[in-house]
């Protein structure tokens, strides 16, 4: 198993402490799991590591950090909507997938320390599970991050550093500390392990309803779970479990869509956009650091892109809460984001959406 540069092909060991690439590819990394079979699933197992034969890990450091993550219910909305409660997880979001993944490759290979930016959840997914491993941690969110967030970050003993400006300054910021003190970077885009959690969603999905349902919904900001998803996919796929993919519809913020911009253009790498406040803070990225390989598994499995109106996130909250649900606001896009498509593309049976983050977290 070893890290391979996005760009220049160059190989490392993953005990590297090097965030990517001396040209500045990112790592992706070379592993290829086993064939997917129920034989191999480890039902005793009640978190994501119940699928630790298809990820990619060292050792069974997983052990001394998993907080119980996954195994999240899939819940009817309605005859056509189906909703994957991915924010029952410890840190109540979807992020707990991948930092399960990337704090148990951490503690793997001794690293003691650790920095981070994050719009919120993924910042407050990694502090909880580094201190569980007993890493130190700081975390660097933007200036307009839900408060709650902030406080749970700074619960679970980590450091939070909020930076003035944008999503992606804050990102700039916290790589400049990365490069002047040589701290690991534990970051959900720089770093592949984090994807070996988040395809987890896909495993779940499939062992839950013994199918992929046809279409499925899925935000993309900097694309943590929409590339997690699509292996996972294509491994289902390779492994003779399904025989296509579904239609993966990936929304984004209408005031922040570099991906659905370049998709509209048969352009191969992210448009350039100037960000506006929304809502859908979670994927309000405006530079995915991914985007050209999100681009690339999109047009190659037909994926739709389409956005969340901005004027109908918090309606689409309202309306699922009244069906007992209560997310934060970039979730609630998800659902507003469907509606749409149905509005461009007609009625969109046998769908799922995930539910990424619990509500309480952006009540602000």
């Not at 001396?22 to 790592?27: A, E, I, P, S």
């Not at 109540?92 to 919120?120: E, N, P, T, Y």
């Not at 944008?166 to 885009?189: I, L």
Request: with cysteine; aromatic share 8%; glycine share 8%.
């Amino acid at each position: 198993m070893k890290f391979v540069c996005s760009k220049c092909g160059k190989t490392a060991d993953v005990t590297t402490r090097a965030p990517r690439c001396v040209c500045g590819g990112l790592w992706d990394l070379d592993f290829q799991p086993p064939k997917f079979d129920f034989s191999l699933v480890d039902t005793h197992q009640w978190n994501l590591f119940r699928y630790r034969q298809f990820m990619a890990l060292e050792d069974e450091s997983w052990r001394d950090v998993t907080l119980g993550e996954g195994m999240t219910p899939v819940v009817r909305l309605d005859d056509d909507v189906l909703l994957k409660m991915d924010y029952f997880m410890p840190t109540l979001s979807f992020k707990d997938r991948g930092a399960a993944a990337l704090i148990a490759h951490c503690k793997a290979i001794g690293v003691g320390r650790v920095v981070q930016d994050s719009s919120g959840n993924a910042g407050n997914a990694v502090a909880a599970y580094c201190a569980r491993a007993g890493i130190s941690c700081e975390i660097f969110v933007p200036e307009g991050t839900s408060p709650k967030k902030i406080d749970m970050i700074r619960a679970h003993g980590a450091v939070c550093t909020v930076v003035p400006g944008s999503r992606d300054h804050c990102a700039d910021v916290c790589r400049t500390k990365v490069e002047s003190d040589g701290v690991y970077y534990a970051n959900h885009v720089y770093n592949p392990f984090f994807y070996e959690g988040t395809k987890t969603y896909i495993y779940e999905v499939y062992e839950q309803l013994g199918r992929i349902p046809e279409h499925l919904v899925i935000p993309v900001g900097n694309g943590t779970l929409f590339l997690g998803a699509i292996y996972a996919l294509e491994h289902l796929l390779s492994s003779g479990c399904i025989d296509h993919t579904p239609l993966i519809i990936a929304l984004q913020s209408e005031r922040c869509d570099p991906l659905l911009r370049a998709m509209e253009t048969d352009s191969d790498v992210p448009a350039a956009v100037s960000p506006a406040p929304t809502l859908a803070e979670g994927i309000a990225i405006g530079q995915p650091m991914r985007g050209e390989t999100i681009l690339r598994l999109a047009k190659k499995h037909g994926v739709r892109f389409v956005h969340a109106p901005e004027d109908e996130i918090l309606a689409a909250r309202a309306a699922l809460a009244r069906k007992g649900i209560y997310c934060e606001h970039t979730t609630a896009a998800n659902y507003a984001a469907y509606l749409q498509y149905c509005r461009q593309y007609g009625p969109t049976p046998d769908c799922l959406i995930t539910m990424c983050g619990a509500g309480l977290k952006s009540d602000h």
